[in-house]
Structures are given as C-alpha cells and as structure tokens.
C-alpha cells in the first residue's frame, strides 16, 4: 500500500503537491507568496536567500511586522492538524535585501 492509499484509506482524501506555485524570489516590496486555497492542506516554506525575509498572512507585512525567516535556512510549516485555518490564508512576504530566493511547497486536496 503506498501513501496516497493510506490517505484516502484514513482521511478520505486525495492530494497533490506543487512547488513554487506563486513566486520563487521574495523582493524588497511586498510579494505575495501564496494565494488564499482553502484546498491547501500544508505548506513549507524555506528562505534561500542571505537575506532576512519576514512573512505574514496579511498584507501590511513589513520588516517589523510579520514572522522573521532567517538567512539561508530559515523555514515556517504549517499543517491544517495544528494550525487550524492558517495553512489555507493568503501569505505575503518582504525581504531587507536584494530578491532573496524562496522555496515553496504546498499540499493541496484534489
């Protein structure tokens, strides 16, 4: 049995996963990084840049407002499970620096 087998055998559900699906560069502006999906079960989110990037689920998001992903490693998860509602919100993001690179990987339900 594989894993798509025990999802829909335990949950009832069938998923997909994309990378990136909005934006692979965060810029000194704010940038949207996710879109609002309420079909979004998780996401994983990795700052690749040598810059820092701070990450909010509203807009206003600033280098003072908002959860700090630190230089070259910083990551934020979020699973429905334990965040409740938060994975499914729209995620904006701002860099203190030149376009600091992003990884993005979102679970979605088909």
Sequence with gaps: MNVDDLLEK???VLTTFE??????AVAVTKTRILDNNPRRLSFVLVNLGAVFI???PQSNVSLTRGIYLVPNGGT?????????????FEWWAIANGA???IY???????
């Design 10 to 12: 335990q949950f009832n």
């Design 19 to 24: 990378i990136n699906p909005e934006v692979d």
């Design 54 to 56: 701070s990450i909010s």
């Design 76 to 88: 934020l998860s979020m699973v429905w499970t334990e965040d409740f509602m938060m994975p499914t």
């Design 99 to 101: 376009n600091a690179n």
């Design 104 to 110: 993005v990987m979102e679970v979605l339900t088909l």
